[in-house]
């Protein structure tokens, strides 16, 4: 095969020049990038930190090796993320959020365990917490937010969200890792499923598939953007979200309540709510003749 070497030359060479005006928005970095290979090879040497032996062997050098290799991991991502030009700052800070962020896996660990008991809680299908481990796409698609949420309080850009998106392409859950998530979180089946940013979520909260928490709109600053201010829901304590029900807006769904499957709700309710489609339910109840 003949390669057209001089045509491609100049093709680099328009690539090279970057003036078109859409390629503004394309950055030309002067430093290396966080490494997607990199993110996803850290984030399961988490996994084989927070389950040991599901997911490595004894071989494998056991928690403190695994924990070495996190560290190294990590702290180049998160030096990436952090690059300014000062090589001697930016080296030391992200030393220091790294071993922050280290110590931060024990929380991370005990969070992630009531996860895996409230799988098993909620579903009859669930035998037992192995199963949930291996098997159940919520729990892979909660070490990425339960870590991501962490290092973004930490304040450490672009890296939290490349996990939580690394998650959403394999799980097909969305989680933004501004949420803010509590104790005993659970997703039946999952796919489908979005959490916004701002969303505030209790304890002993249960989605299920197609779930979205999302905005109803936005507020707009003098130039025109949309502003990053509180805009998905609050759902507390005890709630249930069946399938493909719509929560919209900086709404309250009160504690103890039901959403029932395919619901569209832009308004808070208090708790012990029970919300269904009252329209359909009364066209189905008419043609059985009730």
Request: proline share 6%.
């Amino acid at each position: 095969m003949i390669i057209p070497t001089d045509s491609l030359k100049h093709i680099a060479s328009e690539l090279e020049q970057n003036n078109a005006p859409a390629c503004e928005f394309i950055p030309r970095p002067s430093h290396a990038l966080p490494n997607i290979d990199c993110i996803k090879e850290l984030v399961n040497e988490a996994i084989v930190i927070f389950f040991p032996l599901f997911f490595s062997d004894a071989k494998n050098g056991g928690v403190e090796k695994s924990l070495e290799r996190l560290y190294t991991l990590l702290n180049t991502q998160i030096y990436s993320c952090l690059y300014n030009g000062d090589e001697s700052t930016g080296k030391q800070t992200a030393i220091d959020l790294t071993l922050a962020f280290m110590n931060k896996l024990p929380e991370i660990k005990r969070l992630l365990a009531t996860d895996v008991k409230a799988v098993l809680d909620s579903d009859p299908a669930a035998t037992d917490c192995s199963e949930v481990i291996f098997c159940y796409p919520a729990i892979l698609a909660m070490v990425h937010y339960r870590m991501a949420h962490e290092l973004l309080l930490m304040d450490i850009p672009l890296l939290p969200r490349i996990m939580t998106e690394l998650a959403h392409s394999a799980t097909g859950i969305d989680i933004h890792p501004g949420a803010k998530i509590g104790d005993y979180f659970s997703i039946d089946h999952g796919t489908g499923v979005v959490i916004g940013e701002t969303c505030v979520i209790g304890n002993h909260v249960r989605l299920y598939q197609g779930v979205t928490l999302g905005a109803k709109g936005f507020i707009f600053d003098s130039n025109g953007l949309a502003m990053n201010v509180p805009r998905h829901p609050v759902i507390e304590d005890h709630v249930i979200i069946y399938s493909n029900s719509t929560i919209l807006g900086r709404i309250t769904i009160g504690h103890d309540s039901v959403i029932g499957g395919n619901v569209w709700q832009v308004y808070s309710v208090p708790p012990h709510s029970h919300i269904v489609q009252k329209k359909a339910v009364s066209s189905f109840m008419d043609g059985l003749g009730i």
